[in-house]
């Protein structure tokens, strides 16, 4: 980021419903609107952008059979994850920084997502604390994402801030110990404007005016099996690993302790030439054997993408990108609009594959292109 970037950075500020015909538009109106740095931090992704790429391209490998004279109708997306009921199988991934995004940051995300009725998950690179998320939250359901420090009483103390905030299970992100190759932000030289109050007591400064490199290069590097067994120990909550691509290491995950697994690969901003997440999903849920449920993200852009996780094996997925540009473009409102957007057109995908609910989407197979 620029000299001129740092000064001030002038995220935008409306407060609007929007009118959403596919979240591809609203990445584009986002980047007008979004200050470069921030845009390209929040698109980007890491070398190429191949996995990035393939994240999408990947659902096109399987088809969804449209069926017919299937006595549906109304279809309901109502569905269950670690004993929260939530109108449909979308939740918020967990997200650093959305103040690149809105000037009302996490709070205005919390309130989209609270507005529509389900799961926002905070990351520990929040840039708002945990009692200015609950503004937006009031009350409802969230779950802290750890990225944890190389000091343990550091991550006793997040984690009790994290209980007493309310957080309903610990998300381990695992994938990234370091940043990937971020290109985009290299060029850029960006730095967060502002401060990440959670971990801040973890880094040799607030994190403002630091880069993402930085930053993960002071949390801990050496993630293994113990860290989740310390988790689930200390915490007594639910422990979600996240970043999971390898059947194995989900069998690694369950062996440690954790409650769920989240197969994601961070929206490609990890490992660059990674295989699509999509591709990845079968393998695990075939090994996974629902002793645990799974949530699934990177690629999630329509009604049909979730169809298609959840006939591959996913219990729900989370939203990353395309709600940070519907807070972009409208705030809480903007959030909401997405999660509506993503509801309604599940429903249509649903109604059309003839699908009543999403126990019967999870029973539905694919067609593997030939
Ligand atoms: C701007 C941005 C920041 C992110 N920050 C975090 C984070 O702090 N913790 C985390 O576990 N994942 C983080 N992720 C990854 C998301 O949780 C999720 O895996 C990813 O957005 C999915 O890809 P998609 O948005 O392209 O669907 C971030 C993603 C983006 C786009």
Known sequence: MSENHKKVYAAPSKIQDLAIINVFDLEKEAAGLIPKGGFDYISGASGEEYTKKMNITSFKHKSIIPRVLANVEKPDTATTILGHDIPAPIIMAPIAAHGLAHETKEVGTAKGV???????????????????????????PRWFQIYMSKDDQLNKDILDEAKADGATAIILTADATLSGNRERDMRNQFVYPFGMPIVSRYLTGSGKDMSLNNIYAQSKQKISPKDVEFLVDYSGLPVIVKGIQAPEDALIAIGAGASAIWVSNHGGRQLDEAPGSFEMLPEIAAVVQKRVPIIFDSGIRRGEHIFKALASGADIVAIGRPALFGLALGGWKGVRSVFDYFQTDLTRVMQLAGTQDIEHIKRTSLHEQK
């Open 114 to 140: 609270s507005a529509f009725g389900t799961i926002m998950s905070i990351s520990a690179y929040s840039g708002a604390s945990f009692a200015e998320i609950e503004a937006g939250l009031n009350g409802s």
